[in-house]
């Protein structure tokens, strides 16, 4: 399988970007983004489901990201809006192609990840 992000880049306090990701080569029951700042823990993010009728989110990103998927395409997207400095992190691209909870244990595959900082 591969799995591969972008559109990561630097913005301002405030300011929107929205991430990417395609995987090829195996099922996407689950695709989601986690993230990690330097000097702290790996955090999931956002997940959404197979057919996009499920999603999920950390309290400190709901209400100003949105994950969406194109099954078809198998593309995932990460829209960030109001962007804060604390958001500033290496995101990566999860995939989880078994039918299972949605649980980071349960990842097989990550992208490389993308680099996304705000400035204050």
């Known amino acids: 399988a591969q799995v591969m992000e972008s559109g990561g880049g630097s913005v301002p306090t405030g300011g929107s970007l929205t991430l990417s990701c395609t995987a090829s080569?195996?099922?996407?029951?689950?695709m989601g983004w986690f993230r990690q700042a330097a000097g702290s823990e790996h955090e999931g993010v956002a997940a959404?489901?197979?057919?996009?009728?499920?999603?999920y989110y950390t309290d400190s990103v709901r209400g100003r990201f949105t994950v969406s998927r194109d099954m078809e395409k198998n593309t995932l997207f990460l829209q960030m809006n109001t962007l804060k400095p604390n958001d500033t992190a290496m995101y990566y691209c999860?995939?989880?192609?078994?039918?299972?909870?949605?649980?980071?244990?349960?990842?097989?595959?990550w992208g490389r990840g993308t680099q996304v900082t705000v400035s204050s």
């Open positions: 999860a995939v989880q192609p078994k039918y299972a909870p949605c649980s980071r244990s349960n990842v097989e595959y």
């Open positions: 080569n195996t099922p996407t029951f689950y």
């Open positions: 959404i489901d197979h057919d996009g009728k499920n999603a």
